[in-house]
């Protein structure tokens, strides 16, 4: 079982900077991507960003240019972080961080328990 644990969340004002970290441990396979989606209130869970183990990146677009992820491996443990720069009140939201473990034909995804992310404006 895939434990991740997140960090960094907060309050800030428009047009601030937050980072966010996520540490996945307790796998037994190779992790192949990880990834932040975001939960605001209302609405669905959706795309910030992908990063596979090679390092290829994936953005929603409303992210690019704006949001950076990363990605570093230390002994066992796998981390990824989100560098979120011009933050809009409309950024709000609860961030999830995500892990996927692709065997074969089967897919596995594991998430986080979310932190919040305030903008004011």
């Known amino acids: 079982q895939v434990q991740l644990v997140e960090s960094g969340g907060g309050l800030v004002q428009a047009g601030g900077s937050l980072r966010l970290s996520c540490a996945a441990s307790g796998s037994r396979f190779s992790i192949n991507a990880m990834g932040w989606y975001r939960q605001a209130p209302g609405n669905q869970r959706e795309l910030v960003a992908t990063i596979t183990s090679g390092g290829s990146t994936n953005y929603a677009d409303s992210m690019k240019g704006r949001f950076t992820i990363t990605n570093s491996r230390d002994n066992a443990k796998n981390t990824v972080y989100l560098q979120m720069n011009s933050l809009k009140p409309e950024d709000t939201a609860v961030y999830y961080c995500?892990?996927?473990?692709?065997?074969?034909?089967?897919?596995?995804?594991?998430w986080g328990q979310g932190t919040q992310v305030t903008v004011s404006s």
């Open positions: 995500s892990a996927h473990i692709f065997l074969g034909l089967e897919r596995y995804d594991y």
